[in-house]
């Protein structure tokens, strides 16, 4: 086992700062046998579920934890500048750093609580919070000084020893034995202050210190790609930049190796073995819920019945006898056998609150679409409104939707017309809570295409080569091709790859450390999520002045945290319809029912034969319109051929 354990890392979670992968942090604990790592990101969670999934198949200790923005002299809510942390060079005058483990699954919550209120009430330039909410939210949890910007650190960089004790105190009062004095060795000269400091204080106050390096990239030669990224976001085209000149001064913020953190540091008694200590309280806690979280639907009084089951069954038996002129026994074992998986499996409230939802937006006018996806299999949706398609007379597998062999949250996506989308939200959000509805993050990644543009720019390489190279990138189901494989497959490109241009060559070197990685965060299109309760009692949340308020975490990680989320799809096609419909009943007198039009009109399928179908959903690409005009199709069961064989994949 390895004498060393690093609890003071960055993922590429830490937007445009981190250039490590989850993948790339737990790789290198396993291959340095240590027996677990941390994850610290600045001011964010957004990582924390996939390095704990990533960690725990890897058999390694995951420690979740967080490198906070704190306030330490006034409050969260300051907005003014402190002349004395300014004068520091510390955090714009308003915040300075402290890492935050969690040690068990109560701190699990109190950092998730903290990194929520540090965006949606501290916010101001980074997620900030205070000593109020520290004293507030520290239990279970570890606290380490952190870097030079830390807490302790910052006050001995400035040559302040009696503030660096005062602070040194105010933390060990607060956390107790579970707070480190940390202590990094970059070969920077504002550490040497550090370095000479806090063995004094540590001495002095009886607080141990911890040995850990500032890891932003995983091997040393990222250095470059590493200082590159963090010049993307203020780089400008045919401007090349001094990249190879280190903004953070050092190219020693990687994952070194055990034996050369114990070499660098066996001056520092303790500050080896201490992260070992520190490993060794977080204790091995579950963050995926055995159930999921479910909101508590609240069945109507007039109902007659009591729980969600039965009311379930009484809405699906109402809405079926309005479905079907005659309710056959084929009709009514189906209608059964699905109640029963659905109330073994446990996801009565998951039907009750979508059917809520869906049938309340048609009641305020917002259009709904007839079913997207694999819930239009279920004779349940049918009776409940949830989808207009029929799944006994197009043969649909309900086993396609909801299977207790497989264990997942069955997923319902649903189309509103995109001008109503927004207030069908705002009815959950009165139904439920605003504090227990949320939108949902969503990250943007370096990918091959966008790499090579952003990395170009830093290099000065001129944006026309730049894009000469990326137009010839395939795009294979929604993914564009990696640059290697692109480079290997694309004879067009080998002259990239063959090139003596030392520019380019180093433009596709940086361009492949960087791929893949995390470059911006933004609202999910679609997502919604319903939580049982305040959100952020479950996941943190993230919030700016420019965004609105939504999880940290992806849907994805969502799932994996027990959590409902739902697809409310904003779709243009719907809100055509609806205006169509509208204008033909004002200008001639005359309204249509959608669904009551006939599906064996000739005229409409002339239409599709001839390829006249621009903005007709699915069908308006000229592609698919030259398919048409070959194929005319003159059944409804055509066009759901078409639209199926007309993927990527089986073309």
Same mark, same amino acid.
């Given at each position: 086992?390895?004498?060393?354990?690093?609890?003071?890392? !960055?993922?590429?979670?830490?937007?445009?700062?981190?250039?490590?992968? @989850?993948?790339?942090?737990?790789?290198?604990?396993?291959?340095?046998?240590?027996?677990?790592?941390?994850?610290?990101?600045?001011?964010?969670?957004?990582?924390?579920?996939?390095?704990?999934?990533?960690?725990?198949?890897?058999?390694?200790?995951?420690?979740?934890?967080?490198?906070? =923005?704190?306030?330490?002299?006034?409050?969260?809510?300051?907005?003014?500048?402190?002349?004395?942390?300014? +004068?520091?060079?510390?955090?714009?005058?308003?915040? *300075?750093?402290?890492?935050?483990?969690?040690?068990?699954?109560?701190?699990?919550?109190?950092? /998730?609580?903290?990194?929520?209120?540090?965006?949606?009430?501290?916010?101001?330039?980074?997620?900030?919070?205070?000593?109020?909410?520290? %004293?507030?939210?520290? &239990?279970?949890?570890?606290?380490?000084?952190?870097?030079?910007?830390?807490?302790?650190?910052?006050?001995?960089?400035?040559?302040?020893? &009696?503030?660096?004790? +005062?602070?040194?105190?105010?933390?060990?009062?607060?956390?107790?034995?579970?707070?480190?004095?940390?202590?990094?060795?970059?070969?920077?000269?504002?550490?040497?202050?550090?370095? &000479?400091?806090?063995?004094?204080?540590?001495?002095?106050?009886?607080?141990?210190?911890?040995?850990?390096?500032?890891?932003? =990239?995983?091997?040393?030669?990222?250095?470059?790609?590493?200082?590159?990224?963090?010049?993307?976001?203020?780089?400008?085209?045919?401007?090349?930049?001094?990249?190879?000149?280190?903004?953070?001064?050092?190219? *020693?913020?990687?994952?070194?190796?055990?034996?050369?953190?114990?070499?660098?540091?066996?001056?520092?008694?303790?500050?080896?073995?201490?992260?070992?200590?520190?490993?060794?309280?977080?204790?091995?806690?579950?963050?995926?819920?055995?159930?999921? !979280?479910?909101?508590?639907?609240?069945?109507?009084?007039?109902?007659? #019945?009591?729980?969600?089951?039965? =009311?379930?069954?009484?809405?699906?038996?109402?809405?079926?006898?309005?479905?079907?002129?005659?309710?056959?026994?084929?009709?009514?074992?189906?209608?059964?056998?699905?109640?029963?998986?659905?109330?073994?499996?446990?996801?009565?409230?998951?039907?009750?609150?979508?059917?809520?939802?869906?049938? /309340?937006?048609?009641?305020?006018?917002?259009?709904?679409?007839?079913?997207?996806?694999?819930?239009?299999?279920?004779?349940?949706?049918?009776?409940?409104?949830?989808?207009?398609?029929?799944?006994?007379?197009?043969?649909?597998?309900?086993?396609?939707?909801?299977?207790?062999? %497989?264990?997942?949250?069955?997923?319902?996506?649903?189309?509103?017309?995109?001008?109503?989308?927004?207030?069908?939200?705002? =009815?959950?959000?009165?139904?439920?809570?605003?504090?227990?509805?949320?939108?949902?993050?969503?990250?943007?990644?370096?990918?091959?295409?966008? #790499?090579?543009?952003?990395?170009? %720019?830093?290099?000065? #390489?001129?944006?026309?080569?730049?894009?000469?190279?990326?137009?010839?990138?395939?795009?294979?189901?929604?993914?564009?091709?990696?640059?290697?494989?692109?480079?290997?497959?694309?004879?067009?490109?080998?002259?990239?790859?063959?090139?003596?241009?030392?520019? @380019?060559?180093?433009?596709?070197?940086?361009?492949? @450390?960087?791929?893949?990685?995390?470059?911006?965060?933004?609202?999910?299109?679609?997502?919604?999520?319903?939580?049982?309760?305040? @959100?952020?009692?479950?996941?943190?949340?993230?919030?700016?002045?420019?965004?609105?308020?939504?999880?940290?975490?992806?849907?994805?990680?969502?799932?994996?945290?027990?959590?409902?989320?739902?697809?409310?799809?904003?779709?243009?096609?719907?809100?055509?319809?609806?205006? /169509?419909?509208?204008?033909?009943?004002?200008?001639?007198?005359?309204?249509?029912?959608?669904?009551?039009?006939?599906?064996?009109?000739?005229?409409?399928?002339?239409?599709?034969?001839?390829?006249?179908?621009?903005?007709?959903?699915?069908? &308006?690409?000229?592609?698919?319109?030259?398919?048409?005009?070959?194929?005319?199709?003159?059944?409804?069961?055509?066009?759901?051929?078409?639209?199926?064989?007309?993927?990527?994949?089986?073309?």
């Amino acid at each position: 086992m390895s004498e060393f354990i690093h609890l003071h890392n !960055h993922s590429h979670y830490s937007l445009l700062d981190g250039a490590a992968t @989850i993948d790339g942090l737990v790789e290198a604990a396993v291959e340095q046998k240590m027996p677990a790592v941390a994850l610290t990101d600045h001011g964010v969670m957004f990582g924390a579920i996939e390095f704990y999934q990533t960690a725990k198949k890897a058999g390694i200790k995951p420690i979740i934890g967080c490198e906070v =923005y704190i306030v330490t002299q006034g409050t969260r809510f300051d907005k003014e500048v402190n002349p004395k942390l300014l +004068a520091a060079g510390q955090g714009r005058g308003i915040y *300075q750093h402290l890492v935050l483990l969690a040690k068990n699954f109560q701190g699990y919550k109190n950092l /998730s609580k903290l990194c929520t209120l540090g965006h949606t009430e501290g916010f101001y330039y980074k997620p900030r919070i205070d000593m109020e909410l520290l %004293r507030q939210y520290s &239990e279970g949890l570890i606290a380490l000084s952190a870097c030079p910007a830390g807490v302790v650190s910052f006050h001995l960089v400035a040559g302040n020893y &009696e503030p660096a004790r +005062a602070m040194a105190v105010t933390f060990k009062e607060i956390f107790g034995d579970d707070f480190y004095l940390e202590i990094q060795n970059h070969s920077l000269e504002k550490e040497k202050s550090i370095l &000479e400091g806090m063995p004094r204080l540590a001495k002095e106050l009886g607080i141990k210190l911890v040995a850990t390096n500032d890891i932003h =990239y995983i091997k040393q030669d990222h250095a470059v790609a590493h200082n590159v990224m963090l010049m993307i976001p203020d780089a400008s085209a045919n401007s090349a930049s001094d990249y190879h000149n280190l903004r953070y001064q050092t190219d *020693q913020i990687y994952f070194k190796s055990a034996k050369q953190m114990c070499d660098l540091f066996k001056g520092y008694p303790g500050a080896i073995e201490h992260t070992l200590e520190v490993a060794g309280k977080v204790e091995e806690f579950d963050i995926t819920p055995k159930k999921p !979280h479910m909101p508590e639907f609240p069945i109507p009084a007039e109902s007659g #019945v009591s729980t969600k089951g039965e =009311y379930l069954e009484k809405l699906a038996n109402e809405g079926i006898e309005k479905r079907y002129k005659e309710l056959t026994p084929v009709i009514r074992e189906r209608l059964e056998y699905e109640l029963s998986m659905i109330k073994r499996m446990g996801y009565e409230g998951y039907f009750l609150i979508t059917q809520d939802f869906i049938n /309340s937006a048609k009641r305020m006018g917002v259009r709904v679409g007839p079913g997207r996806g694999s819930a239009a299999g279920s004779i349940v949706s049918y009776a409940l409104g949830i989808t207009d398609v029929d799944p006994l007379k197009y043969d649909l597998l309900f086993e396609r939707f909801l299977n207790p062999d %497989r264990v997942s949250m069955p997923d319902i996506d649903v189309d509103f017309a995109d001008n109503g989308r927004e207030q069908v939200i705002e =009815y959950v959000r009165q139904k439920y809570g605003a504090e227990s509805v949320s939108q949902i993050i969503t990250f943007g990644t370096l990918s091959s295409r966008a #790499v090579l543009k952003d990395v170009g %720019r830093v290099l000065g #390489v001129p944006l026309s080569t730049t894009e000469s190279i990326t137009k010839l990138f395939p795009v294979n189901l929604g993914k564009v091709m990696p640059i290697a494989e692109a480079l290997e497959e694309i004879p067009e490109l080998r002259w990239v790859k063959d090139s003596s241009d030392e520019k @380019i060559q180093e433009l596709v070197h940086i361009a492949k @450390i960087l791929e893949g990685m995390n470059r911006n965060s933004s609202t999910h299109a679609a997502g919604v999520v319903i939580a049982p309760g305040p @959100i952020s009692d479950y996941v943190p949340l993230y919030k700016t002045p420019q965004t609105e308020l939504m999880t940290q975490y992806n849907m994805l990680d969502l799932e994996v945290a027990g959590l409902l989320k739902m697809d409310f799809l904003g779709l243009r096609t719907l809100t055509i319809i609806e205006n /169509s419909l509208r204008l033909i009943k004002e200008n001639y007198g005359v309204e249509i029912d959608v669904y009551s039009i006939p599906e064996d009109d000739s005229k409409t399928f002339e239409l599709f034969g001839k390829g006249q179908t621009v903005a007709i959903f699915q069908f &308006e690409s000229s592609g698919m319109q030259e398919w048409l005009r070959k194929l005319k199709p003159n059944t409804i069961s055509d066009l759901v051929a078409m639209n199926a064989l007309y993927r990527p994949g089986p073309m």
